[in-house]
């Protein structure tokens, strides 16, 4: 049987709950959005019949959940959390970030072409205004640079033993960046493959799909001797790309995936503990670029690697001191180096000889281009925790400090080679006499930011009331310590446009929260929330000093920008019974001085561009999900999440917003784990709001999936998996929102696969 991570519980875990997708293909469109609506609120009707007929299958355990900072059940929070476990992800065969949101409406995931997943979008926003963790230590920060951008792919999802997302502001327990969400990411341990005190454990696991010809290939050795463990994982990959179901075809491509994490802990005392992890992440994609193919491109090939490395060390401490009942202090290192090189044949215009005018056709040349994106960060957390009880009162604080440091650097380099008489340049024309681009250069400063916050946040349960309070408030301060070198501007260029300088950030700032719980009886509960997030200009959007002659347009620095902020409230709902829970929530978030890349006029024939607080963005919305435990075997489950947003300044739709969806899923287990299987039914509407009418729309889908799982023995597990069942042609929102109706390639190239396979097996020893 598979390894289900050990977790603190009370009753029975809820299965993963479903995803946001969205359409390109023909279909019903409000005939699906009512009958979304309708098999949901059937789903949620189901679960309260079944709970007060006192069905004979009940949830025995509930899991528990750490984004607040302190150990709680989903239905003890006052806002919305949705939690994937390790064995969720293992039931789904899942191979990467997108089948972690595959079955969660409203949380998706956006792409760039080589650039990959560029983080997770939750509630229609996205990019590095949703945070992520992943063990304590933020995740790398998404450098936009078009279809090359750098985004966050470097997770094995082999190694996490939960995901959990914060949907909404979360600025006050987690800082900087979480103005519209957290993702909580959180490795595996020993404790979570050996259940004694005593013993060891050795499983090997492999999978593979056909959608993206991707193998897997891991093994997990873990060893406990009393109060001393270890953990070692090891996972590669393989992987092409992905399959279009439809006209479109993807860039050929080969890569491959290697990580590494190992963990160790020892138990000091029976209060203390000491761990510490290691772990490595890589990735190598060779790319036959197809796309740049044109009259003058005649051949380009793409080599792009990434490399994550972190270092751990936790203490935890549990006392009965005045001042606190536990202690956990977190310190971590980490960097991420990614390069994209790509080799171009083509024609270059960077070798043209005045003198001769046969050469003003351009040469036949080789193009050799180095860009990078490197970060490296360095983060001390200390979270404490404080119970006190009294008569009428009792508290329950979270307090504590996080700090951390991160060196950002964008190197690029780019130069020619003449086929016909070996002259290199690195000062390249983009036309016949163009001004040249001269490198190396960088497209911002290397830059240091380091990031204080201090938070507090109580839970006051006032005694026979049912009533819990949640107040919160943190403290930042954030500061950018810009070094601009030559290579920012080694031609000068920037410096003829006087106005506009590179300089240092510093910010203050405070934000609040309040939530509260009001419990009916033993299962009714009310739940609202007011979160405050904000987010400061980072080191490109501050500080950006770049410019293009040949093409006549700048981006330049803007030392008055100031952070983007977020307002958020949501209510809501929840009905917990022996067999069945459910869930409905509203929100309505507002979020302000949004920074965004306007145009700001001319100077001596230049386009100028700059990162500007720009546009107030209201999103608001309602999620539902419900759970029903028919019987000890079967279980029904749906989840759905609609949000509406606007521009309030230019008074236009938020084109990022995903359409309405709705996953309902019904799974059988037999006893003992046997054997089991899920059938998912994923229904999204038509998305025909854009904020322009040249801008690409989507009609209806629905997606059938089914999973399912056989073990012969104990010791071993067969996964399998038939995704797209009736080979329907559509795209997640995601991949097409923004592009023009015009594009027709890029519009045929977002569809997802047809019907497609996957196959794993887990073996223990």
Not at 358 to 370: H, P, V, Y
Request: hydrophobic residues 35%; negative net charge; aromatic residues 10%.
């Amino acid at each position: 049987m598979p390894i289900k991570p050990t977790l603190v519980t009370t009753r029975k875990q809820f299965p993963t709950l479903p995803a946001t997708n969205s359409a390109v293909h023909p279909g019903s469109r409000r005939a699906l959005s009512v009958f979304a609506l309708s098999a949901l609120a059937a789903a949620i009707t189901g679960a309260c019949q079944s709970a007060l007929a006192q069905s004979v299958a009940e949830r025995v355990e509930e899991v528990t959940v750490y984004a607040t900072r302190l150990p709680r059940s989903i239905e003890d929070i006052a806002g919305t959390v949705t939690l994937v476990t390790a064995e969720n992800l293992e039931r789904q065969i899942a191979n990467d970030l997108d089948d972690v949101v595959r079955f969660q409406p409203g949380v998706s995931l956006e792409t760039a072409a080589r650039g990959g997943n560029q983080g997770f979008s939750i509630r229609g926003i996205g990019g590095n205004r949703v945070l992520t963790v992943i063990d304590g230590v933020r995740g790398n920060d998404i450098y936009a640079a078009g279809p090359s951008s750098y985004g966050k792919d470097s997770f094995e999802l082999d190694t996490l033993k939960t995901v959990e997302i914060i949907r909404g502001p979360a600025s006050v327990l987690y800082g900087a960046d979480a103005m519209g969400g957290a993702v909580i990411l959180t490795s595996k341990t020993a404790r979570d493959f050996v259940a004694a005190e005593n013993g060891q454990y050795l499983g090997l696991s492999t999978s593979a799909a056909d959608a993206d010809a991707q193998y897997k290939a891991g093994v997990t050795a873990a060893w406990q001797q009393g109060d001393v463990g270890l953990l070692a994982q090891l996972t590669h990959r393989q992987f092409a790309e992905q399959e279009v179901n439809g006209p479109g075809s993807l860039n050929p491509q080969d890569g491959e995936s290697d990580s590494v994490l190992l963990k160790g802990f020892w138990d000091l005392a029976p209060d203390q503990q000491l761990s510490l992890s290691a772990e490595q992440y890589q990735d190598q994609n060779q790319i036959d670029v197809r796309s740049d193919l044109s009259d003058s491109v005649f051949d380009s090939q793409g080599r792009d690697a990434t490399e994550r490395r972190r270092l751990g060390l936790e203490y935890t401490l549990d006392t009965d001191a005045v001042l606190l009942d536990s202690l956990q202090l977190v310190v971590n290192y980490q960097s991420t180096y990614a390069l994209q090189n790509t080799l171009q044949e083509r024609i270059s215009f960077s070798f043209i000889d005045p003198r001769d005018r046969s050469s003003f056709g351009g040469a036949r040349a080789i193009r050799d281009t180095d860009f990078e994106f490197n970060q490296t960060t360095q983060a001390v957390n200390l979270n404490l925790r404080k119970t006190l009880d009294g008569d009428r009162f009792n508290h329950a604080l979270a307090y504590g400090l996080n700090y951390d440091e991160t060196e950002t650097e964008r190197p690029r380099n780019r130069c020619e080679e003449d086929l016909s008489s070996s002259a290199t340049t690195c000062a390249i024309s983009a036309y016949p006499f163009a001004p040249p681009e001269v490198f190396p250069n960088k497209t911002f400063p290397d830059s240091n930011t380091t990031r204080l916050g201090v938070y507090l946040q109580d839970e006051i349960t006032l005694a026979g009331t049912g009533l819990t309070l949640i107040p919160g408030v943190r403290y930042d301060r954030y500061e950018l310590d810009p070094r601009p070198d030559a290579l920012l501007d080694g031609t000068g260029d920037i410096e003829n446009f006087s106005r506009f300088r590179v300089t240092p950030v510093a910010e203050d700032e405070a934000s609040l929260s309040l939530g509260a719980l009001y419990d009916f009886n033993d299962s009714y509960t009310l739940f609202a929330q007011y979160a405050e997030g904000y987010r400061p200009p980072n080191f490109d959007e501050a500080n950006q000093a770049f410019v293009n002659l040949g093409f006549g347009y700048a981006t330049v620095p803007n030392p008055e920008l100031q952070p983007e902020s977020s307002r958020g409230l949501e209510a809501g709902i929840r009905a917990s019974f022996a067999n069945a829970f459910v869930s409905v929530a509203v929100y309505h978030n507002r979020y302000r001085d949004f920074i965004e890349s306007s145009f700001v006029g001319l100077q001596d024939g230049i386009q100028l561009f700059q990162d500007r607080n720009v546009g107030e963005v209201t999103i608001r919305g309602i999620e539902a999900n419900a759970n029903v435990y028919l019987n000890e075997q079967w279980q029904l489950h749906g989840s759905l999440a609609y949000s509406r947003g606007d521009n309030e300044v230019s008074n236009t739709p938020i084109d990022r917003i995903d359409p309405l969806t709705t996953v309902l899923g019904l799974s059988y287990d037999r006893p003992n784990d046997q054997w089991g299987g899920e059938l998912l039914l994923t229904l999204v509407a038509e998305k025909d709001r854009v904020s322009a009418p040249d801008i690409a729309t989507a009609d209806a889908y629905s997606v059938v999936d089914a999973v399912g799982y056989f073990s012969p023995a104990d010791s071993a597990t067969l996964r399998f998996g038939v995704f797209n069942l009736f080979d329907e042609e559509y795209a997640l929102w995601g991949n097409l929102q923004g592009l023009p109706v015009s594009n027709t390639v890029q519009l045929a190239n977002a569809r997802q696969p047809g019907t497609n396979f996957r196959l794993g097996l887990n073996i223990e020893f």
